[in-house]
């Protein structure tokens, strides 16, 4: 770990204006995922903004029938408010198949989403990473690649975004938002927050230097059966091969994203519309043109019966 | 004591307190944190510095080029030590590759550098400032294209050179069988993934080095040490009185211990250090990967008449094979056999024993070749395995298995499990979306003799304290030596104190091979007979006939209390327990039967073990309750072993891949249901003294293959590489509706 200073900031835009105003500085929320990349010197920040104080910890219903979660509300808070588990099944269900108890009640919701690949190379500081090291190389391209994209990678990087909860986001539409150090804020959709690797494999979100998350909100319940249906070797504590958030509506149509497959949630209207024709219609067309490797082209049959049993489960639980 | 024939009646028969459940006497240390493990030895030494460890960024080649400079600058350094200024060291005899690499790098992560400041947050910052250049050569770091040259190894010959071990014609039996099987099976390389890192404190009196690690085997530790930095093995003292966990990584001395010493020398003052969890699965041992080869031949009707099982495993140069092939020597009868090993030189970081070395790997094929034999023979797989029972050792039929109740864990396991509710045809047994599957597998593992020594003092108030340089790795050892001395002394289990792990104390046969408890107990058993010999000779008794039963010792109709012995001053008895020839005319093993039952998700063909079912028989069961913890742990390694681990190796820079506990996944909680273990009654008086033999390997062998049955019971999809995972059988499910 490299020395850094440390600050605690007592409101968003002066947390913006003190990370903004360092190059190399970092929030920190619940620092599951920073304090343990910072230790093997993956990650190097010099400075870190410590969020925790920002009063961004409260969930609450918007004027368009939605709801607001606060930047720091908890994996843990998230996942067992009432109005999440009534109207937005999905993201609870989501939660709680990700990380322990102990870590769902340090992580936070921005947190989760910014988490970084659990790519085994990009954790190994002698292996070429493009993410991890801009130009060095992809070592997992041609190596063990089991856990890895199998779409909307690139020449530069195959690893795949970790977490569950940005996959429920992602069915369910869900807005970030943002403020800045000038405290200009902004509304970005989730389809829209996560990147593709592309060339630039080390710039994993739209957010600009500095920028920080201060909510992410819901719109308004879309009804439907909500399911997420995680695969993995074994039971617990393990991060998904693939997952499937869904939401059925009555008449067979819903929406569907995967996690475990990409570089972010995967999700696509078009596909969605093949839902009445049955979960192969949907991921050949979701799936179309995926670049599996050896290792892991189990995943496109997988994906398939994954949905199967998640369309299975909307059938029949009431 | 020399144990030469089998034993009669003696005190420990009484099973007074041996033989009865009892918690550990060392738990309340340890669930109140005041157990000091490895790191933590704060009382002892309290001005150590920290240190941190450098592994090597290659898989092969050389170090051309190493700048301290930026390092030795940073805040806090108090030393670094590389291979250029730590002088002349020698290897262990347990090593097969030198400690602390440089120039010459023998695998990925092999230490390099050792870093000493004043916090360990210093001395992490520092490590990352030391730049190296190497040279990186190329390395053999694929074990089935090693394995295309590799030559034989091991074996049985008279005159020590590498063989294959026949009895009768395998060839022709085997040609001529009218049932058989000629398979492929592989295992994948393993880590021991125990909780505590590889620690160590080391701390330098003038020429004396005491250092405090957590390590399995004290004396051959601290052999090793003294010769790895060339002093005499007197100079040198091992404590280690708790251990989080071995099986087998810790059976040897490793660069934690090597660094430490060298870096409190360099430092001038205590050095601690812990192995950083990423470094492990490279920097220490692992189980090795097999590729194994097996053909049985059989009758109609069951007969085994030709049994062949070839393994193939990768080691550094002068490392061993994997002996996957042990078990086949011995556990089933057949009149024509042959096994042999072929052993490949490879680069990846050395291999070594891990929990049930040997018979672990290798039961996990052959008992899925088991099955798939029963299979074709139409049999019932528990019929076919009683069917080719045998009472002595196939390979020397002279030689008679002291105690084998192989039958009796199968029949009994088989009505408590349910064994006649099992569907023999596969893929049959739905409960909504999961396919359900039974499987049964064989344990088998040998026990084996170790000399090990003890001393026993009876002090005031009738005290009784054990000495001896044994270790408990969490297995209970404090609690069965406590047990074996209050039954010998007639006190209570808390009259006992018990120190364990310290090369001052007698040397004891170690953790290892499930031989600690069985042979250490023994150690223990014999210097507690001569302890009570000076009892009676204080007391003026005729030892012969003295009791010693409720804090009391007994003659006739004379009787003293125990402490008085002690008034006159303490009374201290050291002895060991030596073996004869006995395990050679008697082959001494433990058996068991594994019952699983798991179901497996028809969509996402996800497996999870539902049930499981251990019946064991390997003598006399010193306490229950820890050897209960035993088999279950053991267990859940072997799910672990079935399912998920597996040290993932990238042949182009010769590395194992997953090297920390998010990438090397072992069960969870959840993956783990109901267990249930069964001990039959047994006293194996062929063994020792106490009659009792190993039973913490046991647990693990074959639970594996009873796993991958129950999948194939579930599926109809046969999966021979291990771990069997989804994806293996996926596209072979049965089609969804």
Not at chain 2, 96 to 117: C, F, R
Not at chain 2, 582 to 608: N, P, W
Not at chain 2, 646 to 674: C, M, Q, S, W
Not at chain 2, 681 to 686: H, N
Request: hydrophobic letters at 40%.
């Amino acid at each position: 770990m490299k020395a850094f200073t440390y600050e605690r900031a007592h409101d968003p835009v002066a947390a913006a204006r003190a990370v903004a105003a360092r190059p190399g500085a970092r929030f920190i929320a619940g620092g599951t995922n920073l304090l343990d990349l910072m230790k093997i010197e993956v990650e190097t920040p010099v400075h870190l903004v410590d969020v925790q104080d920002l009063k961004l910890d409260r969930i609450e219903p918007t004027d368009a029938g939605g709801l607001r979660i606060g930047a720091l509300v908890t994996n843990t808070d998230l996942a067992t408010d009432s109005r999440v588990r009534r109207d937005y099944g999905v993201l609870s269900r989501a939660i709680v198949a990700g990380a322990s108890g102990q870590l769902r009640n340090k992580a936070t919701t921005a947190g989760n989403l910014l988490q970084r690949t659990r790519c085994a190379y990009f954790y190994d500081t002698n292996m070429p990473c493009n993410k991890r090291k801009p130009g060095s190389g992809c070592a997992a391209i041609g190596g063990i690649s089991r856990q890895l994209a199998v779409i909307g990678s690139s020449d530069k990087c195959i690893a795949t975004h970790p977490s569950d909860m940005a996959v429920a986001m992602r069915v369910l539409d869900a807005t970030v938002e943002t403020v800045n150090a000038i405290g200009e804020t902004r509304a970005i959709p989730i389809a829209d927050f996560h990147r593709l690797p592309g060339d630039t494999p080390h710039i994993e979100t739209a957010l600009a230097p500095g920028e920080l998350i201060t909510a992410v909100t819901l719109p308004k319940p879309i009804g439907g059966k909500h399911v997420y249906e995680k695969v993995r070797d074994r039971a617990s504590y393990a991060f998904a091969l693939i997952s499937v958030a869904a939401v059925i509506q009555p008449d067979g149509t819903g929406r569907v994203a995967l996690g475990g497959v990409a570089h972010k949630p995967w999700r696509d209207e078009a596909a969605e519309a093949e839902l009445p024709r049955g979960a192969k219609a949907v991921t050949a067309k979701l799936l179309a043109g995926a670049k599996p490797t050896h290792d892991n082209a189990f995943k496109l049959p997988l994906a398939e019966r994954t949905l199967a049993a998640a369309m299975a489960e909307a059938r029949t639980t009431a | 004591m020399k144990f030469e024939t089998p034993e009669g009646a003696n005190p420990i028969d009484r099973m007074n307190v041996v033989g009865r459940a009892h918690v550990r006497i060392d738990g309340p240390l340890k669930t109140t944190g005041t157990a000091p493990y490895a790191y933590e030895h704060h009382r002892e030494i309290a001005n150590a510095a920290y240190g941190y460890v450098v592994g090597a960024a290659i898989g092969k080649g050389r170090i051309s080029a190493i700048d301290l400079t930026k390092a030795k600058a940073a805040p806090g350094v108090v030393a670094i030590v590389t291979a250029d200024t730590a002088g002349k060291l020698g290897k262990g005899n347990f090593n097969t590759v030198k400690l602390l690499g440089g120039p010459d790098i023998d695998h990925y992560h092999q230490a390099i550098a050792i870093v000493v400041a004043e916090t360990f947050e210093q001395a992490r910052a520092a490590a990352a400032l030391i730049r190296v250049d190497y040279a990186r050569a190329e390395g053999r770091f694929d074990l089935d294209e090693a394995l295309k040259t590799a030559a034989l190894t091991g074996g049985d010959s008279d005159d020590g050179k590498p063989a294959v071990d026949r009895v009768g014609q395998f060839d022709q039996a085997f040609a001529a069988a009218p049932v058989k099987l000629d398979a492929h099976y592989s295992t994948p390389d393993q880590s021991h993934a125990m909780m505590e890192p590889f620690a160590s404190i080391a701390s330098w009196r003038g020429d004396e080095l005491t250092v405090w690690t957590s390590n399995q085997m004290i004396d051959w530790g601290r052999g090793d040490l003294a010769k790895t930095l060339g002093m005499p093995k007197n100079k040198v003292r091992l404590v280690s009185p708790y251990i989080g966990g071995g099986f087998g990584g810790k059976l040897f001395l490793r660069s934690d211990a090597v660094l430490a010493a060298l870096g409190a020398r360099a430092a001038g003052r205590p050095v601690k250090l812990a192995l950083q969890r990423p470094l492990i699965a490279n920097n220490t041992t692992h189980r090795p990967a097999t590729r194994q080869h097996i053909r049985i031949g059989a009758t109609k009707d069951g007969i085994i008449t030709a049994i062949a099982h070839d393994s193939g495993s990768g080691d550094q140069p002068g490392g061993g094979p994997e002996t996957a092939v042990n078990q086949t020597k011995k556990l089933y009868a057949g009149a024509n056999r042959m096994t042999s090993m072929h052993l490949a030189e490879i680069d990846l970081p050395e291999g070594n024993a891990m929990r049930a070395p040997g018979e672990a790997p290798g039961l996990m094929a052959l008992e899925i070749a088991m099955d798939e034999m029963a299979e074709k023979l139409g049999m019932d797989p528990i019929a076919f395995r009683i069917k080719n029972d045998t009472q002595v050792d196939p390979e020397k039929p002279g030689r008679k298995y002291s105690e084998r109740q192989l039958v009796r864990c199968l029949e009994d396991g088989a009505k408590r499990f349910g064994w006649s509710q099992r569907n023999a045809k596969p893929a049959q047994v739905r409960g909504g979306r999961w396919l359900i599957g039974m499987g049964v597998a064989t344990a088998f593992r040998d026990h084996m003799n170790m000399t090990s020594a003890a001393r026993v003092r009876l002090g005031k108030g009738g005290i009784v304290t054990v000495e001896t340089d044994m270790t408990d790795i969490g297995t209970g050892s404090y609690t069965i030596i406590a047990q074996t001395a209050a039954e010998m002394m007639g006190v209570p289990v808390n009259a006992v104190v018990v120190k364990l792990g310290d090369s001052d104390f007698p040397v004891s046969a170690g953790s290892g091979g499930q031989f600690g408890a069985a042979n250490a107990t023994a150690g223990v058993y014999a210097a507690c007979v001569k302890l009570r010999e000076a009892v009676a000779q204080r007391l003026g008794f005729n030892s012969a006939d003295t009791m010693f039963e409720g804090g009391k010792v007994r003659s006739g109709n004379r009787s003293a209390d125990l402490a008085q012995a002690a008034d006159a001053g303490e009374l201290v008895a050291e002895d060991k327990i030596e073996y004869g020839k006995l395990d050679k005319t008697y082959q001494l093993s433990t058996f068991g039967a594994h019952f699983v039952e798991v179901g497996v998700d028809a969509y996402t063909g996800v497996i999870r073990v539902r049930r499981m079912l251990a019946v064991c028989a390997a003598g006399r069961i010193l306490n229950p309750q820890t050897a209960r913890s035993q088999v279950i742990g053991a267990m859940t390694m072997g799910v672990g072993g079935a399912l998920m681990e597996e040290l993932t190796v990238d042949t182009r820079f010769g590395f194992f891949v997953n090297h920390d506990l998010v990438g090397y996944e072992v069960p969870v909680h959840a993956d783990i249901p109901h267990q249930e273990v069964v001990f039959l009654d047994e006293a194996d008086d062929k063994a020792n003294p106490m009659k009792a033999k190993g039973i913490g390997e046991l647990g693990l062998c074959g639970v594996g293959a009873a796993v991958a049955n129950a999948v194939y019971n579930a599926t109809g999809v046969r999966i021979r590489d291990y771990p069997i995972t989804l994806d293996k059988h996926l596209e072979h499910l049965p089609a969804l509706v």
